[in-house]
């Protein structure tokens, strides 16, 4: 797994590319939840991320966790096919907010700050 970051406005867009897995979940929540002491508004672009197990999402639920306390936000952007089965499997994108596109999802968070 490799994160990129980038600050759109006063969005983190974070792109995770390959494998968000067992073996680096610890390390992602980590990185995170240091971006989130100074970023409120997260977005995940998964557009590169090919695969995801049960510790990857498990991270991922951390992460929206730990910023819905700190009154912060966090989007998924272009969930490819294999990553959007065990999403489905284990019905978790209910608690996410999911974009098609990494526009869309910025968009969002501009229109839900108005």
Not at 2 to 16: A, P, R
Not at 33 to 50: I, K, T
Request: hydrophobic fraction near 45%; proline fraction near 1%.
């Amino acid at each position: 797994m490799e994160l990129k970051f980038d600050k759109i406005g006063n969005v983190l867009k974070i792109t995770v590319e390959g494998r968000l897995v067992a073996a680096c979940s610890e390390e992602f929540k980590e990185t995170i939840s240091g971006w989130l002491a100074e970023n409120r508004y997260l977005l995940f672009d998964l557009s590169q991320m090919n695969h995801i197990d049960s510790s990857g999402l498990g991270a991922l639920v951390y992460v929206l966790q730990k910023a819905n306390s700190q009154d912060g936000t966090v989007k998924l952007a272009c969930l490819q096919a294999r990553p959007r089965i065990v999403f489905d499997i284990t019905k978790v994108y209910r608690i996410f907010e999911i974009y098609d596109s990494v526009d869309a999802a910025l968009a969002s968070f501009h229109n839900s700050s108005k």
